[in-house]
């Protein structure tokens, strides 16, 4: 059942009286729920118009209204509603999985981390790298209760990886980065040599779900959704409110395979694309769950001192149901639809609410942003992460100017912005057209009917102000080339301070494999 909460005039005057006294040092420290969705496209949630039903998302993001971000409006649009939440339209993460989850944690680029490359398979013998301290491991130190529920996927084959070693007192999910959501095994292949010494590719497959460092046994036909907005459920309720909550709820959802409880599928029969059908019920699905937590917390008494983040790790797998429109490209990709992501903020200590957010921010500036909301005194000199407080919470403009989208020298390709700029060298990845959304297609229809977008050059520079979707490219219009020159500059001093990956570096090992570990991925092979 989905829950709903009436906003009380008491209520709201709460809110508004707490703003500027909120993050005092005298003042309680702010819980913090940070939840990542896994996979969600740009035109997947309510708020930016889609077609699929988020009632709770849209509500949180834009309450009391939903409102549609259009085509035109990419940029410009605003929209009031009636208590805290603030849409951040220009937030940035990484193409793929791994590389985000380690933005998060670390408040570093990739390309600083050694996790440019593609993500953590199962089987590959490394991990975000152990001297770097986590956001979680700040909040601690803080005073902070630190809780994680869901997909971890930043290494495990030593324990030393994994989040109770990095600053998590519990963790609730799974290592791995995509696995069944019912029967919670996830399949794969690892390296091997027969009698003759030529390479083979052995099948394998284990349990990867734990609560802490036991295995789950008792949840095979729980549906993973479910089963951690259970446990968030459990959390929440049973905590000790003037201790201050950091709950990082990174969701399975909506990552493949495309399953779901039927009766979720079923609220979508108008859609004829079985992908979109599917891939709508899991959305509508963590919807539900996130309602369910935040009436939680409200029944605890902590919401209106929560600070909500809500983010999904990269943009949306076009050929499996996700959709960017109108932002070009796909997860994978260095476009737009693989890289910007659905963002908002909600709670009573934002002091400027009810509009969406233009200024630029990157999943690294979550870092220094959350230590600064719990009052931590930041001695990282070399983090890539800005603190974005006063942008997020004041509407103030943004100290960032520049980031990077990627760099990734096993491709080639890189991808930086300065200002309203975007440079891209190199291949930016496919798919690479503009998807209409699959509710208007049918199953006899190609999978990813596009306006193609031609992706044949191997310099691109794009006005993102005056173009968001990437339809001109400008890097050969003569008038521009001061603007390459820049920028092929700008890349040239990020590439200074590029290391190498990690991913090439530990290649997958048959060590890994589950049927030496009680038939489970687990740590203890590297």
């Not at 799974?174 to 052995?202: I, L, N």
């Not at 076009?318 to 737009?336: D, F, I, M, Q």
């Not at 001061?482 to 920028?487: D, F, N, P």
Request: charged share 20%.
């Amino acid at each position: 059942m989905i829950m709903s909460t009436t906003i009380t005039l008491f209520s709201l005057f709460a809110f508004t009286t707490g703003v500027h006294a909120m993050l005092h040092s005298t003042a309680p420290k702010p819980h913090i729920l940070f939840i990542a969705a896994d996979d969600l496209g740009w035109n997947d949630v309510g708020f930016h118009g889609s077609e699929i039903h988020t009632p709770n998302l849209d509500k949180l993001a834009n309450e009391g209204e939903h409102h549609n971000i259009t085509f035109d409006q990419l940029y410009t649009c605003y929209c009031a509603p009636l208590v805290p939440g603030v849409i951040m339209n220009r937030t940035y993460v990484q193409p793929v999985c791994s590389p985000t989850r380690s933005a998060f944690m670390s408040g570093r680029f990739p390309i600083h981390t050694g996790l440019q490359h593609e993500v953590i398979h199962p089987t590959q013998p490394y991990g975000l790298p152990l001297n770097i301290t986590t956001i979680a491991e700040h909040l601690k130190s803080a005073g902070y209760a630190t809780h994680m529920i869901g997909k971890w996927h930043l290494g495990f084959c030593d324990t030393k990886y994994t989040p109770l070693e990095r600053g998590f007192d519990s963790h609730f999910g799974y290592y791995v980065g995509a696995e069944d959501y019912f029967t919670h095994r996830r399949s794969d292949s690892v390296p091997g040599k027969t009698a003759t010494a030529t390479t083979v590719e052995t099948h394998v497959d284990g349990l990867d779900f734990r609560n802490n460092t036991d295995l789950v046994l008792t949840m095979n036909g729980t549906y993973s959704t479910i089963a951690f907005a259970m446990e968030a459920e459990r959390i929440v309720s049973q905590h000790n409110p003037s201790v201050p909550l950091y709950l990082y709820l990174p969701f399975q959802a909506v990552h493949g395979p495309l399953e779901a409880p039927q009766h979720y599928i079923d609220m979508y029969s108008d859609i004829q694309n079985e992908k979109r059908r599917k891939f709508a019920g899991m959305v509508t699905a963590m919807d539900e769950a996130i309602g369910n937590i935040t009436e939680v917390f409200r029944n605890r008494g902590l919401w209106n001192n929560t600070l909500m983040i809500f983010t999904t790790d990269n943009g949306g797998p076009v050929t499996v149901g996700a959709n960017n429109y109108p932002l070009r490209g796909s997860k994978h990709t260095l476009w737009e639809g693989g890289t910007r992501g659905s963002v908002f903020v909600h709670g009573s200590m934002l002091e400027k609410t009810g509009y969406v957010n233009n200024e630029l921010m990157h999943s690294v500036d979550w870092y220094p942003t959350l230590m600064a909301v719990a009052g931590i005194t930041n001695k990282e000199t070399d983090l890539d992460g800005i603190n974005a407080w006063d942008t997020i919470s004041k509407g103030m403009p943004s100290k960032r100017e520049s980031l990077v989208y990627n760099i990734d020298n096993n491709i080639p390709v890189a991808a930086i912005r300065y200002k309203q700029w975007k440079l891209i060298v190199g291949n930016p990845g496919s798919p690479s057209g503009w998807y209409p959304q699959p509710k208007l297609m049918s199953d006899q229809v190609a999978d990813i009917q596009m306006i193609r977008g031609h992706a044949n050059d191997t310099t691109y520079l794009f006005d993102l102000d005056a173009d968001p979707t990437e339809h001109f490219n400008l890097a050969n219009n003569t008038d521009k080339q001061e603007i390459v020159a820049m920028m092929k500059d700008r890349l040239k001093e990020v590439m200074k301070t590029y290391v190498h990956d990690l991913s090439t570096l530990h290649p997958p090992t048959a060590k890994s494999n589950p049927a030496d570990f009680g038939d489970a991925w687990s740590p203890g092979w590297c």
